[in-house]
């Protein structure tokens, strides 16, 4: 047999298998069925290899080479074109053909001469009959619809970085370019960007139907339910009620599905005829190890045509899609489209470095999608240099699968690596030191402020694994089984059950896991990542840790972690093996120096360290900062950077270290020098000036003393140090001389502060003038004061300044052991300026100057008040001496407002409550 004989018969075989019926010239028979595929048809041009009919109508050609053309197969093109523009005999209509393939026994080149720059492209096999039926019954190809009729995209409730995706997609597709990256960090909103082009693609793009093909059946579900949840901005609709969202449980695709939603591995399972495990959906292929014995290759399945999908969205396409599983994506004839918060090299080559948007993680945290993460690092003797068991030791061995015990002694001196602990020896002390180390430092340095465990997941190295550190932390925490939870495809609880838990209410605290939630599950309110497990891909481990790397505001945190104050700020990654340094990984710690304290990261960036570790550290301190100061911490930031706000200076510095940015700079440096310079040929020294200049713009407002005071301060009053480690005893008991001593200088530099400032301060002027204009004091007043003398370098606080008093002046200072409030710095000031010989609680005065005004006013009037207007007043009495004032307006206040309000006031006063209050507030201040 010839090798064009060959290739004829393996051409004929797959036209038959797609439902075409194939004849020789003399047996002509276009009534045979819908298509029919005719040989050695003759044409004014000679004789070509196949005419494709359909419904009668001649629609294409084939042109047949032998497979050692096959490398050269588009040389043969306009060989097909020739034939296609020819006059074909008995037929009157001679409009070009539209569908030309060139084919071997083994590679197929399809082209529509219908498209708008009509592109030879490699299909698996020919298309259906009925394919090319409906193709042709529309009036534009799907190619042009692209290019030429999709609308502009609303941007309402998009974030940025979706726009860019979505239309960075839609100008790569227009272009007809097969392969598409949308790079975008965690927690950027993949998921809701994808079904965002998704839903376009069918509205506008006309496409029949779309895969999105996932790795595990647990991010399929999860797809599946952001479909459902999804409404377009152009209908009030959600998409499900739209379009019809199939996930896929079998080999059967509804014919009436637009969307279908499946693991790579059932598809395969599909394709290749090979039988599907159920758990093997469960588990991440990026952790399954294929052998050679068990690869199939995919085949043509009639009942799923290669043109069954027009265009196929891999979600975490990093993960799956280079070795055996890769088949599935070459099977369809479809554009593809990846999704991935971590690419690497495999990455960018498979989707042809068409890069169609790029969102990084240090853009997601500059803008507050994300947060920044710390890397804490615990070591233990037996993790870093292993041990050994000697031979007749009596311990337990236990059966890895059924976990059954026996005691018994050792045969031989078994020697052991931190490698092989948790696989081949278990070290009971090992997980438990871990543990404990954890706990400690969590309780100690990284969360010192909370009362419960925050959010922790996590990873082990086996599911035996899993089971003994549960154990352990329950011990350790001395908790019940709800405190924490096993999270893995073989846990005997319903693991999405537990997952939800663990999202969404208070227990599990502590999640174990050896897989499950390693990749693309989201649990917002995780604080913590332990690694107990070491990991060798850079992709999987970055999705790992992107676990931790997402938002959340305060309210939603503290429903979970009661005790956490104000947003998500940050995570902490605790390495207990090594695995941060036993890999270099794409996205590095914003934080590159943890242990540098924020003054001197101001003060080195001023200096000029302007070095990539300084300036992302300080950007990275600057924005968690920016999220736990209060308005009027960050109005005084903001003032004192020239109206700079806080967030933005941290992305600015984040922004000035943009390598495209800097590039783009350098050039436009090179034009305006009237030099020629591409990407390529621009020269060190030019990139490395681009970026100084970016790094002194971005770091100009540092400069300035008052702006990095000001920053150092707001971090001093958020801030405590919670010292949990130093235990105290009482040595002596009384003042010390030294004691008396700093004493005494606090309260002269109280004194010295109030002379000086008795005309910047409206509190001061209050004392300072006459009696009468006293009595304009307001609580606004003494707050204002109070947050001056409290600030650095002063630190005088109220509590402060009464302790000194009552070291130095004992036996004038009365109510020490009483809780301070706001209002007592008027006693302060009163004592201080020698206005009253004793120094007691400004309620304590109000009290007294309360019983002598009601004592008064009764007399004046004749009549005692009733008892219900006496409690109302002495009600008055409380507000006043906790705020010097009192107006209409305060009886919104609790303690008035559950009592009746301004309404009941009235009702006892009458027109008489507002002379009442402005007595009280002058008289019981005054």
Known sequence: MTPETKARQQIDQ????????????????????????????????????????????????????????????????????????????????????????????????????????????????????????????????????????????????????????????????????????????????????????????????????????????????????????????????????????????????????????????????????????????????????????????????????????????????????????????????????????????RTFGFFNENIVAEYTYEQSVADGVNVGYDVYEIETEITQKGAELKAKEWVDHRDRQTRKKRWGETEEDTAYTGKELDRSVVNVSQIRKVIQAMKTAVETQIFPTRKETPKTLIFAKTDSHADDIINILREVYGQGNAFCKKVTYRAEEDAESILSSFRNDYNPRIAVTVDMIATGTDVKPLEVLLFMRDVRSRGYYEQMKGRGVRSLDGDSLKRVSNSAEGAKTRFVLIDAVGVEKSLKTESRPLEKKPGVALKDLLQGVAMGSRDDDTVLSLANRLLRLAKQLDDKAQVRIEKASGGIPMAELGKGLIAALNPDAIVQAALATARAKGITRSEDTLLPEEIEAARAERVAAACAPFDQPALRDEIESARREREQLIDHINLDQVTFSGFSEQAEAQAKAVIQSFADYLKQHKDEIAALDFFYQQPYQRR???????????????????????????????????????????????????????????????????????????????FRHNAQRGTAFAPEQTEWLRLMKEHIASSCSISRDDFDYAELADKGGLQKAWGLFGKELDGLMKEMSEELVA
Not at 16 to 21: E, L, N, R, S
């Open 776 to 854: 304009t004091l307001t609580f606004d007043m003494i707050e204002d004061l109070h947050e001056r003398l409290s600030k650095p370098p002063l630190m005088l606080t109220t509590e402060r300044l009464w302790n000194a008093y009552a070291r130095v002046r004992a036996t004038q200072v009365k109510g020490s052991d009483s809780k301070r409030q706001l209002t007592d710095l008027v006693s302060l000031v009163r004592f201080a300026l020698g206005l009253d010989g004793e120094l007691k609680p400004f309620a304590d005065e109000v009290d007294k100057r309360f019983q002598a005004w009601i």
């Open 14 to 345: 797959k036209l038959g298998q797609a439902g075409w019926f194939i004849q020789d010239m003399k047996q002509l028979n276009l009534a045979a069925g819908l298509g029919v595929a005719v040989r050695e048809y003759p044409t004014d041009s000679g004789p070509a290899d196949y005419v494709l009919f359909v419904n009668r109508r001649a629609v294409g050609v084939i042109e047949a080479k032998k497979d050692s053309a096959g490398e050269n197969l588009t040389v043969a093109e306009a060989q097909t074109e020739r034939y296609a523009t020819a006059n074909l005999k008995w037929r009157k209509d001679n409009t070009p053909l539209r569908f030309l393939f060139e084919a071997t026994g083994q590679i197929i080149r399809f082209t529509d001469n219908a498209d708008p720059a009509p592109r030879s492209r490699e299909i698996f096999h020919f298309f259906k009959p009925e394919t090319l039926d409906a193709w042709l019954a529309q009036p534009d190809t799907l190619r042009r619809r692209l290019a030429e009729q999709m609308p502009v995209l609303p941007e309402r409730n998009l974030r940025d970085c979706q726009i860019s995706a979505v239309t960075g997609l839609e100008r790569s597709l227009a272009l007809d370019k097969p392969h598409a990256l949308v790079h975008m960090a965690t927690g950027a909103g993949k998921t809701f960007t994808a079904i965002t082009s998704v839903y376009r693609l069918l509205k506008f793009g006309g496409a029949k139907r779309i895969l999105f093909l996932v790795d595990t059946r647990n991010l399929g579900k999860q797809a599946h339910q952001e479909f459902m949840a999804y409404t377009p901005p152009d209908d009030g609709r959600k998409f499900t009620e739209l379009y019809n969202v199939q996930r896929l449980a079998s080999p059967n695709i509804d014919p009436h599905s637009q969307v279908c939603i499946s693991t790579i591995q059932r598809m395969y399972s599909i394709l290749s005829g090979e039988p599907i495990d159920e758990s093997a959906e469960d588990v991440s292929l990026s952790e399954v190890q294929q052998t050679a014995k068990q690869e199939k290759f995919v085949r043509y399945n009639p009942a799923v045509p290669v043109e069954t999908f027009d265009f196929i969205i891999i979600d975490e396409c990093h993960r799956s899609i280079y070795n055996l599983w890769k088949q599935v994506l070459d099977y369809f004839d479809a554009s593809l489209i990846g999704l991935t918060a971590t690419p690497d090299k």
